[in-house]
């Protein structure tokens, strides 16, 4: 087995670890209370010399509307970025996307993402917004450098920021923060105690808060629907994921909640033999040698690190935000409303 795979499978079984103590467990141990002390402390001076001036907040001539969480790992973030550019562009904005690109380097400055990007050059997701939504995409560590060359360089009137609650540098005038309505907040610690990047009272602060699956009454909740199956190797090729059932396949999930894409399946009575992988992987040919002649089925985000390998057995299955009516009108009344201002921390 190659370094790099035992390296993930070392990462995969921390991530796991962690995953358990954070969301299983009521209260972390000793030691990782006494490092979220000093965690808690880094944040609030952190955002206290951001709101006093003593670090630069960059402003931008057109909206800036953030997408974040306040937890660790996946809770839809992506999916909702999608489902916001395709909406404002129904309603007469030109939306462009700032994104980290994680675990990719850019080098010295924010580089554009094509339909025909590498993912491994540019970031899985920051690819797969690309494909989805047909609008200008920049990444690079400093959103706000990003955000500045987008501005730059295509003709945008607003900016949405994949991720990046946590990002003070960039200003903004508007916050989304997802929560994940069946884990919401594990126990409730911040890191490493527990998956919080900012303590829950940070949710107070937002503009607009949905909640993917479930929701508390009166909060805004998001559904992601999938029911087709498309290939890898010919995406004129789509089936409905029902057409799987009486044989057993391989489904696969190297993102934030991998339990989420096999509960999406399992709704369909479908039964598979499931494999995870850590977020953000990166996959090789022989990552699936376990397979055989069997189908393998994966989330879109996999898919688009999987094309120059695939064999015509490979499958992914795309999801759609589903959100109420209500949240879009909301959402335009808020960007009418501070069009002329600025949301700062």
Not at 49 to 57: D, E, F, I, P
Not at 104 to 118: A, C, H, I, M
Not at 150 to 176: F, P, T
Not at 258 to 284: A, T
Request: one cysteine or more; a positive charge.
């Amino acid at each position: 087995m190659k370094l790099t795979n035992r390296s993930s499978q070392v990462r995969n079984q921390f991530t796991g670890w962690l995953m358990r103590e954070w969301y299983e467990k009521p209260r972390p141990n000793l030691f990782l209370v006494s490092l979220e002390l000093l965690f808690r402390q880094v944040v609030r001076a952190r955002r206290w010399a951001y709101r006093h001036g003593l670090k630069r907040v960059r402003h931008f001539p057109v909206p800036v509307v953030v997408v974040g969480n306040l937890t660790v790992g996946g809770t839809g973030k992506t999916p909702l970025v999608i489902w916001l550019a395709q909406y404002l562009k129904e309603n007469g904005f030109k939306p462009g996307i700032v994104s980290r690109g994680y675990g990719v380097s850019t080098g010295s400055r924010p580089l554009r993402v094509s339909k025909e990007s590498d993912a491994y050059a540019v970031g899985d997701e920051p690819l797969l917004i690309a494909r989805r939504t047909g609008c200008p995409v920049f990444v690079f560590a400093k959103r706000a450098k990003a955000a500045s060359a987008l501005v730059e360089n295509v003709d945008c009137d607003i900016i949405l920021s994949d991720d990046g609650l946590q990002h003070y540098a960039l200003g903004r005038d508007l916050e989304i923060a997802v929560v994940d309505g069946a884990r919401r907040f594990g126990n409730g610690y911040c890191l490493p105690a527990g998956p919080l990047r900012e303590p829950v009272e940070r949710l107070s602060s937002v503009d607009l808060r949905v909640y993917s699956g479930e929701a508390p009454v009166g909060e805004y909740v998001m559904v992601l629907e999938g029911d087709m199956a498309v290939n890898l190797r010919d995406e004129s090729v789509r089936v409905p994921l029902t057409s799987f059932s009486g044989s057993v396949f391989c489904a696969i999930a190297g993102i934030g909640h991998p339990k989420r894409f096999f509960k999406h399946l399992s709704d369909f009575g479908l039964k598979f033999e499931c494999r995870e992988f850590p977020d953000h992987y990166r996959y090789q040919a022989d990552d699936f040698e376990f397979v055989g002649d069997r189908a393998v089925v994966m989330t879109e985000k996999d898919a688009v690190k999987c094309r120059a390998f695939a064999t015509p057995n490979f499958w992914y299955v795309p999801v759609e935000a589903r959100l109420p009516m209500e949240f879009g009108a909301t959402l335009l009344t808020l960007l009418k409303a501070k069009r002329n201002g600025s949301k700062t921390t």
